[in-house]
């Protein structure tokens, strides 16, 4: 079990990265950047970052939801605060 998270943490953050490379979506690298200026460091941004895309992956999987880039962009813009803290 340990090793499917680590799989799946690993899977996200390549997730993440590809975004910031990409600038797709720029909300992403705009995150990163504003998370990291405030303090927080790289594997916790990640972490962060990973969290408002888990959102969008559960809904995708789970409730056969399209992408909402939306709620993702709303996410982000929240972070540190934790979509599921609301």
Known sequence: MEQDSEITREAIFEIIENQIRGNDPP???????????DGHAHEETMQLIGCALSVEIFETIENSEPFDEL????????????????
């Open 27 to 37: 909300i992403t690298k705009e995150t990163y950047d504003r998370l990291r200026k």
């Open 71 to 86: 709620r993702y962009t709303n996410n982000l813009k929240a972070l540190p605060e934790l979509p599921w803290e609301e």
